[in-house]
C-alpha cells in the first residue's frame, strides 16, 4: 500500500525565516504534485514535478524531488504572512495512471 | 483559462433525498475525476473518467452515481446519502488520457455537502 508522509505536519514560523517541508513515499513514483489550500478553498496547483532531480521554484517556494530517495521538499525562503496555508504533497501511481495520492498536509502558519 | 466550475458551491440534504453535484470544464481536458476531502484530511479520489468512460472507482458506494454526459461535464448522483458523507467534493480535470500522467491536475472551487 501505498505511503505519502509529510513533515512536519504544522508549522509556526515567523516571517523571514527559511523553512522545508519533507514529503516521503513508499513506491516507485516520478512524478509528485505540490498544492496549496486556504482554509474553505480548493486546491491550487504549486508544481508538478516530473523526473528525478528537477527542481522548480515560484516566488518564495522551491520544490525538488529525488526520486531514488523518494523524497520531495517544498523549500520556503524568507516567509511572509500570505503564505500561509496547508501545503499537500500528492503522489500519481503509474499503474493506475493520474491517480493521486495525499500526504496529510502541512499547515503552516507564519507569524509577523 | 484553467477553470473548473462546480455547482451548486453549498448543498445541504437529507438522507432519503436525491441530489446531482455538477462539474464543468472548458479546457479540452478527457480526464476528469471526482475527489472527496473530510474536514482536515487530504483529499481522496473516488473516479476517474477518461475520455467520457469510467476508469476507476475507488470502491465508492453506490449510494454515489457519477455520469460523464460529454466531454466537458461531470455530474455525481447523491442518493440515500448518510451524514458520515458530509464532506467537500472537489472535481477536477487534465489535459490528455488519465492513462497519461505528469498533466497539471486543476481543481474546481467545490461543492460542501452536508447531509442530515
Known amino acids: 500500500e501505498l505511503k505519502v508522509e509529510q513533515n512536519p505536519l504544522f508549522l509556526s514560523m515567523q516571517e523571514g525565516k527559511n523553512y522545508t517541508i519533507y514529503c516521503n513515499y513508499s513506491t516507485t513514483s516520478d512524478r509528485l504534485y505540490w498544492y496549496r489550500q486556504d482554509p474553505g478553498k480548493s486546491l491550487e496547483s504549486l508544481f508538478v514535478l516530473l523526473s528525478n532531480g528537477a527542481v522548480k521554484q515560484e516566488g518564495r517556494l522551491m520544490a525538488s524531488l529525488d526520486t531514488k530517495a523518494r523524497l520531495s521538499t517544498l523549500h520556503i525562503t524568507a516567509a511572509v504572512h500570505d503564505l500561509s496555508a496547508t501545503y499537500f504533497c500528492a503522489v500519481d501511481i503509474r499503474e493506475y495512471g493520474n491517480k493521486l495520492v495525499f500526504g496529510a498536509g502541512t499547515i503552516l502558519r507564519v507569524k509577523s | 483559462d484553467t477553470e473548473v466550475t462546480q455547482t451548486p458551491k453549498h448543498l445541504v440534504m437529507g438522507m432519503t433525498n436525491k441530489k446531482s453535484l455538477k462539474c464543468e470544464q472548458h479546457?479540452?481536458?478527457?480526464?476528469m475525476y471526482w475527489y472527496k476531502q473530510k474536514a482536515k484530511k487530504p483529499p481522496e479520489l473516488m473516479f476517474v473518467?477518461?475520455?467520457?468512460?469510467?476508469?476507476i472507482n475507488e470502491s465508492v458506494p453506490s449510494r454515489f452515481s457519477p455520469e460523464c454526459p460529454n466531454s466537458s461535464l461531470l455530474n455525481l448522483h447523491l442518493h440515500a446519502l448518510q451524514p458520515e458523507d458530509s464532506a467537500l467534493y472537489l472535481c477536477a480535470s487534465s489535459q490528455g488520457d488519465a492513462g497519461f500522467s505528469g498533466n497539471t491536475i486543476y481543481f474546481g472551487e467545490g461543492s460542501w455537502l452536508t447531509v442530515v
Open positions: 473518467y477518461s475520455y467520457e468512460k469510467l476508469s
Open positions: 479546457m479540452g481536458h478527457r480526464a
